[in-house]
């Protein structure tokens, strides 16, 4: 996919323009309401927090800056893309890799990887070339055959689906697992442990996830991440920018309690500041509270996609074993999925560490460096995970990893924050960072976003098609807008 030419949106002006409300700023809302705008319609979105961002939010203490979510930024003409609906180009430089990412095993082996295909094999012991090599085409065959039916497009239908299985079934190998996958592609030892990680983008635990998430290797592998000048919860203050310039208002500090239906439209947004009519509506939260806000009956429990713990911590020095991502695996990397299986925090968890103030000196006083450290962590559960003492192992374990590996965690911290599975839990069910766990092939097809029985209502958001992550968010985010200006006769030539 390559960013359109920006076109110009639909005047503001002519006839009463239809009203549609967009209930939350993250990136799904942000870019709905810009597609929205597009197309002709007044739109309001309304967001409960006093900024715009949802995950993508941002922390200052002492000098330092934060992104408290996403860091990675992958499919970057999406992003380009959703500006250019709106009749401009992307404001913030996208350009940059992102350094690549150092992988650290449990060995002590060190292996710098990036899209620089040359100095990442260089990187490699003789004959893991040649399974890299392998696994790599293998996701690309997999991203290049899905991508235009699950990504690239509004949630596939039944022909779309039979097609996508006639054409390309039999290699997605639909009824394997990520391990078997890469057992059959000889992939074998760290570069296993390796490949396998990627399925943790969609939440999943690699050991249950369908071979076809393999294809998240490529996203990131083939077409590399980007760094985004000024970071994550900087796209969605542009966002915000151009949103609010285009004529869109966005309300802050009023939480969205219910839509009220006349028939099968939603005529009123009720939030704590009031209500507001509207001709549409998007509904762009996580899907299970999106669906109570309708007041349609709680879906099914479905096992939640991974939570995060996550240490920010501004700390003096700089460190020169971290580049500016640094994932660290652990001894035994399947044990970390059993261990949340069972609703607990790891042991031993794999740690993923970013510093941005490696590409924005800002963000980092003189002499210091801002790190976020990640780790996998189970969804909230009635028995375990969001009890203190269970977070408190698990801050342990985090820290005990960092020990380990040589960075005294007490050492030289200026200021530092948690997040923790009840943190994620006011934007996502149960704390699950993605929706329902991708666990079956059939179990990666995010629910579409249309809602039965509403017409003028879309649902948008990482829970919903296409799925989670920054770009997927926005793309879901236009699909959603696409649909209600659909039904209000607007200009969907987008
Ligand atoms: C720690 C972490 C790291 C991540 N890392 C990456 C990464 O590196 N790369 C990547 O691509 N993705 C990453 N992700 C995932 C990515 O952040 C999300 O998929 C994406 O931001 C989801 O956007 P969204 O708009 O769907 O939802 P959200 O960001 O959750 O936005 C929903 C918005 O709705 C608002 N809201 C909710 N309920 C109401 C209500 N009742 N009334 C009014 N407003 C309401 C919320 O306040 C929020 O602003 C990460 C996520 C986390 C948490």
């Known amino acids: 996919m390559s960013a359109p030419s920006p076109r110009a949106p639909a005047p503001a002006t002519g006839p009463r323009r239809p009203h549609v409300v967009v209930v939350g700023a993250g990136f799904a809302g942000l870019s709905a309401a810009l597609h929205l705008l597009a197309a002709g319609a007044r739109v309001s979105v309304l967001e409960r927090a006093a900024t715009p961002g949802g995950k993508a939010g941002e922390w200052r203490s002492g000098g330092f800056r934060f992104d408290t979510g996403p860091t990675l930024l992958t499919l970057p003409d999406v992003v380009e893309a959703t500006f250019a609906a709106a009749g401009r180009p992307c404001p913030l430089d996208l350009g940059r890799q992102g350094g690549g990412t150092r992988y650290v095993f449990p060995s002590g082996r060190v292996w710098d990887v990036s899209s620089d295909l040359g100095r ?67 992939v074998r030892g760290d570069l296993r442990t390796f490949f396998l990680r990627f399925a943790t983008y969609f939440g999943a635990d690699p050991f249950r996830a369908p071979a076809v998430l393999h294809n998240i290797a490529w996203v990131e592998l083939g077409l590399g991440p980007r ?94 074993r971290l580049a500016s991502h640094t994932v660290f695996f652990p001894e035994d990397y399947e044990r970390e999925f059993h261990d949340i299986r069972s609703g607990r925090h790891p042991r031993d968890p794999t740690l993923y560490v970013a510093i941005s103030a490696r590409s924005d000196p800002a963000d980092a006083p003189a002499g210091c460096e801002n790190r976020f450290v990640m780790a996998n962590a189970p969804a909230l559960t009635q ?54 766990a991708p666990h079956g092939m059939l179990a990666t097809l995010r629910p579409a976003n249309a809602v039965a029985g509403v017409l003028n209502a879309a649902l948008a958001g990482g829970t919903v098609h296409p799925g989670g992550g920054v770009p997927l968010a926005l793309l879901s985010g236009r699909y959603a807008a696409a649909r209600v200006a659909r039904h209000l006769d607007l200009d969907t030539s987008d």
């Not at 004959?127 to 235009?148: F, I, M, N, T, V």
């Open 120 to 186: 990442t094999l260089a990187g490699l012991e003789p004959g893991e070339d040649d399974a890299y090599r392998r696994a790599l085409e293998r996701a690309r065959q997999l991203y290049e055959a899905a991508a235009p039916v699950f990504v690239h497009a509004p949630a596939p239908g039944l022909p779309q689906l039979l097609r996508y299985a006639l054409r390309h079934g039999m290699a997605a190998a639909p009824g394997r697992r990520l391990p078997q996958l890469l057992d059959a592609l000889g």
């Open 227 to 320: 760094h985004v000048e000024g970071g994550m919860h900087a796209l969605a203050r542009a966002l915000e920018e151009a949103v609010t310039d285009l004529g869109g208002e966005i309300r802050y500090g009023g939480e969205v309690r219910r839509l009220v239906r006349r028939g099968r439209r939603v005529s009123e947004v009720v939030s704590d500041a009031g209500a507001t009519r509207c001709d549409g509506v998007v509904v762009a939260v996580d899907r299970t509270q999106a669906l109570a806000m309708l007041g349609h009956a709680p879906v099914s429990d479905r096992e939640p996609s991974l939570s995060g713990l996550v240490w920010l911590a501004g700390v003096r020095g700089t460190d020169a």
């Open 383 to 436: 028995r375990a995970a969001g009890r203190e003492a269970e977070v408190a192992e698990g801050r342990r374990a985090v820290h005990a990893v960092l020990a380990r590996h040589g960075f005294e965690p007490g050492e030289g911290v200026v200021v530092q924050r948690w997040q923790t599975p009840a943190t994620f839990a006011a934007f996502g069910h149960r704390g699950s960072l993605y929706g329902a």
